[in-house]
């Protein structure tokens, strides 16, 4: 029996991964509680050295299309970027919530470990070539963060919370591998190149085909949180300490757009007649739900779960306008748009939800819209970053939400879906009402609560970095336009 070494080197940062979640887990059985910001600093390098290696990669493969593992495992420029979007989007939720969780008790070992867990199966998510792999990445981040929500044992709502995310999440599984079976049925391979080719060249069984479509496009849609697959969106938000919330909110979607991309563009993309009706469905009633739902909110938390839903709407709506009457001109345009606007998506998250971190304290949750009133008063500096963050997510310009927004319309208008861009436009403006309604609360009303805000330096620094960004990058969003037009032009 001949036994040939994989090809290791694409998977040099997993691997580097997984060999310092477990020094983690053993060094910190040995550190006491005055300790632990030994397990914290650990867990930043490791973050920094996926990155160098995940740069290193790029660089010795020069950015080709690269398998391994049997072509189970692939590296490629896309999968590049979103994995150094998620090593970003990690190292500032843990330096976000290293107040917030000191105060409750939840800054521990299991929580570091649990959190590298996340990002590896990400990372496997973001590289997975194959059906199973794809199933194991979502697997690993899943029940990592079941066990995230949960961390906090006496908390009622969180484990409620975790209950709900757990029972959602095992249907949605069912549903995603019940579709992954039907395809391997009609198409007798579970490797997504090879359904690629068969459905490209061979005359599999279309009625199965289509059936297990609409199972694959439902687990998926689960996962990123589209109406009607998004009950547990705004209870998950809300009842899951805020620093989990941040994770949840925002890495995951990088892995969940990855997914998408790998499964119906890298593999169904003869189906894409079929699935892109399906995506207009999910895109316009997340749209709708979304932003009609959160108007009603008066927990901030609950209202940026609704607002989830909608932003993930309009992701949708890159992805289905990619492929038009069987031609592909626009597929670069329309696939690099809605990587740019998750990748915004993420990037204005960290920001908001950082804030809401910033305004809490032990025994004090700012999850209240009425804690935001008079923001400008209490710190003007503080006031003008959520300023931004909340213009960014309505799409005002100058930040670079609005750009994402166009970015997406403009291949829609390309494609010949001019309605589709005029419901997405309205709901946007009836979106912007949500947000604006902060900038007032934070300018023009007094404040109720007057303690000082007193973050550490580093949350300091980074959060008005956050900030910053989304200006900087709404009056000069062509690099990071660029990035993603090439990772997506690269496939």
Same mark, same amino acid.
């Given at each position: 029996?001949?036994?040939?070494?994989?090809?290791l080197?694409p998977?040099?940062?997993?691997?580097? =991964?997984?060999?310092?979640?477990?020094?983690?887990?053993?060094?910190?059985?040995?550190?006491?509680q005055?300790?632990?910001?030994?397990t914290?600093?650990?867990?930043?390098l490791?973050? =920094?050295?996926c990155?160098?290696?995940?740069?290193d990669?790029?660089?010795?493969?020069?950015?080709? /299309?690269?398998?391994t593992?049997?072509?189970?495992?692939?590296?490629d420029?896309?999968?590049?970027?979103?994995?150094?979007?998620?090593?970003?989007?990690v190292?500032?939720?843990?330096?976000?919530?290293?107040?917030?969780?000191?105060?409750?008790?939840?800054?521990?070992?299991?929580?570091?470990?649990?959190?590298?867990f996340?990002?590896?199966g990400?990372?496997?998510?973001?590289?997975?070539?194959?059906?199973?792999?794809l199933?194991l990445?979502?697997?690993?981040l899943?029940?990592?963060?079941?066990?995230?929500?949960?961390l906090?044992? +006496?908390s009622?709502?969180a484990t409620?919370?975790?209950?709900?995310y757990?029972?959602l999440?095992? =249907?949605?599984?069912?549903?995603?591998?019940y579709?992954?079976s039907?395809?391997?049925?009609?198409?007798?391979s579970?490797?997504?190149?090879?359904?690629?080719?068969t459905?490209?060249?061979?005359?599999p069984d279309?009625?199965v085909l289509?059936?297990?479509?609409?199972?694959l496009?439902?687990? $998926?849609?689960?996962?990123?949180g589209v %109406?009607?697959f998004?009950?547990w969106?705004?209870? /998950?938000?809300?009842?899951?300490?805020?620093?989990?919330?941040?994770?949840?909110g925002?890495a995951?979607k990088?892995?969940?757009?990855a997914?998408?991309?790998?499964? =119906?563009?890298?593999?169904?993309?003869?189906?894409?007649?079929?699935?892109?009706q399906?995506?207009?469905?999910?895109? /316009?009633?997340?749209?709708?739900?979304g932003?009609?739902?959160?108007?009603?909110?008066?927990?901030?938390?609950?209202?940026?779960?609704?607002?989830?839903?909608?932003?993930?709407?309009?992701m949708l709506?890159?992805?289905? #306008?990619?492929?038009?009457?069987?031609?592909?001109?626009?597929?670069? +345009?329309?696939?690099?748009?809605?990587?740019?606007y998750?990748?915004?998506?993420?990037l204005t998250?960290?920001?908001?939800?950082?804030?809401i971190l910033?305004?809490?304290?032990?025994?004090?949750?700012?999850?209240?819209?009425?804690?935001?009133?008079?923001?400008?008063?209490?710190?003007?500096?503080?006031?003008?970053?959520?300023?931004?963050? $909340?213009?960014?997510?309505?799409?005002?310009?100058?930040?670079v939400?609005?750009?994402?927004?166009?970015? %997406?319309?403009?291949?829609?208008? #390309?494609a010949?879906m001019?309605w589709?861009?005029?419901?997405?436009?309205?709901?946007?403006?009836?979106?912007?009402?949500?947000?604006?309604r &902060? /900038?007032?609360?934070?300018?023009?009303?007094?404040? &109720?609560?007057?303690?000082?805000?007193?973050?550490?330096?580093?949350?300091?620094?980074?959060i008005?970095?956050?900030g910053?960004?989304v200006?900087?990058?709404?009056?000069?969003?062509?690099?990071?336009?660029?990035?993603?037009?090439?990772? &997506?032009?690269?496939?």
């Amino acid at each position: 029996m001949n036994f040939t070494m994989p090809n290791l080197l694409p998977a040099y940062p997993e691997i580097f =991964l997984l060999i310092m979640v477990s020094v983690i887990l053993v060094l910190d059985l040995f550190l006491p509680q005055a300790l632990r910001y030994v397990t914290y600093a650990l867990t930043q390098l490791t973050l =920094l050295g996926c990155a160098v290696l995940t740069l290193d990669v790029a660089v010795l493969t020069q950015g080709d /299309v690269t398998y391994t593992f049997n072509h189970m495992f692939v590296a490629d420029m896309m999968g590049h970027a979103l994995k150094l979007g998620a090593y970003i989007a990690v190292f500032t939720t843990l330096v976000y919530s290293r107040a917030y969780l000191g105060a409750r008790g939840m800054w521990k070992g299991e929580f570091f470990a649990l959190v590298l867990f996340a990002l590896m199966g990400m990372l496997v998510m973001i590289s997975a070539n194959h059906f199973l792999t794809l199933y194991l990445g979502l697997e690993l981040l899943s029940l990592s963060l079941y066990a995230l929500v949960a961390l906090d044992r +006496d908390s009622a709502r969180a484990t409620e919370a975790a209950m709900k995310y757990f029972v959602l999440g095992a =249907l949605a599984s069912g549903l995603l591998l019940y579709g992954m079976s039907m395809i391997y049925g009609a198409t007798g391979s579970l490797n997504i190149s090879e359904v690629a080719h068969t459905l490209a060249n061979g005359h599999p069984d279309k009625v199965v085909l289509t059936f297990g479509l609409v199972f694959l496009v439902s687990g $998926m849609a689960f996962k990123l949180g589209v %109406v009607p697959f998004h009950m547990w969106i705004p209870d /998950v938000y809300d009842g899951a300490p805020t620093a989990i919330t941040l994770i949840i909110g925002s890495a995951p979607k990088l892995a969940a757009f990855a997914m998408a991309m790998r499964l =119906l563009v890298m593999g169904l993309l003869d189906l894409a007649v079929d699935w892109q009706q399906m995506l207009v469905i999910l895109a /316009v009633l997340s749209m709708a739900v979304g932003n009609l739902a959160a108007i009603a909110q008066t927990n901030i938390k609950r209202m940026l779960a609704y607002s989830t839903i909608s932003h993930m709407g309009f992701m949708l709506l890159g992805l289905l #306008a990619g492929v038009v009457n069987g031609n592909w001109l626009n597929a670069a +345009d329309a696939y690099s748009a809605a990587m740019f606007y998750v990748v915004v998506y993420v990037l204005t998250t960290l920001g908001t939800f950082g804030m809401i971190l910033l305004l809490s304290r032990a025994g004090f949750e700012a999850e209240n819209l009425d804690d935001f009133k008079g923001l400008n008063a209490r710190n003007p500096w503080y006031a003008f970053l959520m300023l931004l963050l $909340m213009f960014s997510l309505a799409g005002v310009p100058p930040t670079v939400g609005f750009y994402a927004k166009l970015s %997406v319309l403009q291949p829609l208008l #390309a494609a010949g879906m001019t309605w589709l861009a005029v419901v997405a436009v309205m709901f946007s403006l009836i979106g912007a009402f949500y947000y604006l309604r &902060i /900038v007032k609360l934070m300018y023009f009303d007094e404040p &109720i609560d007057t303690a000082p805000i007193e973050p550490s330096l580093d949350m300091s620094v980074l959060i008005s970095i956050n900030g910053l960004a989304v200006l900087a990058l709404g009056i000069m969003p062509q690099s990071l336009m660029a990035l993603c037009y090439f990772s &997506i032009k690269a496939l």
